[in-house]
């Protein structure tokens, strides 16, 4: 299989794309102070991330391995399903190495890599959401080919890009896609408009979601212990045949049986 890994060539960097990480490095280190799960800054600090440049994938990855056995990997851009399940199963975390440009700052389509390296690789410093990463890597492997993979790409959607996390100080996010972006930091937590639903696995596989907007809904985990034990079975294939025949929600939707989470 070809595995699309490319060499990050660092010393390529101009001294502007050193700058564009700069500056929304610090912008997002202020803005998520209160707002997301203590433990990501405990990432982003003991990875040594700083506002001084671009990291190297490969000193995140000595840090990385020591700690949880993962690595960054270099790719050109998003990957086919079938090399992203594989590399993630293998423990090896897919970025991709441009940096958005500065009309870019607040939004672009296509992840870049302080998407993909600050908003995704601090959390697998953390065992628990390590192997989480690592299971749903297999559980894609296994539902290659059929017809389900959109539910394990809400579930991807909901919990790793625009999850929230329960916290003894409060709500906070954990999200990759909130992570790295200002105005959705802010907004996840403090906005009263979106949805804001206790986490059901079924729930979450049956819920349409939007690209191009903020979330109308957010889905909270308790811990990422809980978050792990409902999806560590990893064989998905029962889950899969029960919500076959059943409609999907809107991204919007609340049901009456929704443990709402207020502000
Ligand atoms: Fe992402």
Redo the contacts with the bound molecule.
Sequence with gaps: MKDYLINQNWQDYTESEHEMWRTLFKRQEKVLEGRVVPVFLDGVRELGMAASGIPRFEALSDILKQRTGWEVVAVPGLVPDDVFFRLLAEKKFPSTCFIRKPEQIDYLQE?DIF??VF??VPLLINPIFADYMQYYGEAGLKALGQDCLHRLARLYWYT??FGLIQTDEGLRTYG??IVSSYSETIYCVEDPKPNRIMFDLKRVMRTNYRIDDFQETYFVVPSFESLFDATKAQDFHPIYNELAPLPDFAANEVLKCDELVLI
């Design positions: 992840p998407h993909d908003g995704h790793v890009e990759a896609g």
